[in-house]
């Protein structure tokens, strides 16, 4: 997959962008394996008051559910530049089930009803 420029780094406003920060702050390359951790603690510890946090699992969930509105189609790949999968989808599930162990993951809704 291609990389693209980091939109999102200088308008936050951008759908997806909380998300897409996370994974720069958190998971890209360069930072992987010194702060990654300190994603998996924040997300387990579910602090009400971590709006980040909060914003971040709402836009994973609507990832995993499939709305990607307004999301560029390379953007995940270059925000965590992840090397381990073949696709978004499997990076996003693999994510989740790091990141929410006890939760389901969230499904689109063709698949829910199948």
Do not use: C
Not at 45 to 73: I, P, W
């Amino acid at each position: 997959m291609q990389l693209i420029g980091r939109y999102w780094l200088s308008d936050r406003s951008v759908p997806f962008g909380m998300f897409l920060n996370f994974m720069e702050i958190y998971y890209s390359p360069d930072v992987r394996n010194d702060l990654y951790d300190d994603l998996v603690a924040r997300a387990r510890l579910a602090d009400s008051g971590d709006a980040g946090m909060a914003t971040f699992k709402k836009e994973l969930v609507r990832l995993l559910k499939g709305d990607r509105e307004g999301l560029h189609s390379s953007a995940i790949f270059t925000a965590a530049e992840y090397d381990e999968w073949d696709t978004d989808d499997e990076f996003l599930r693999w994510l989740w089930r790091e990141l929410y162990p006890s939760e389901l993951v969230p499904m689109p809704a063709a698949a829910e009803s199948d």
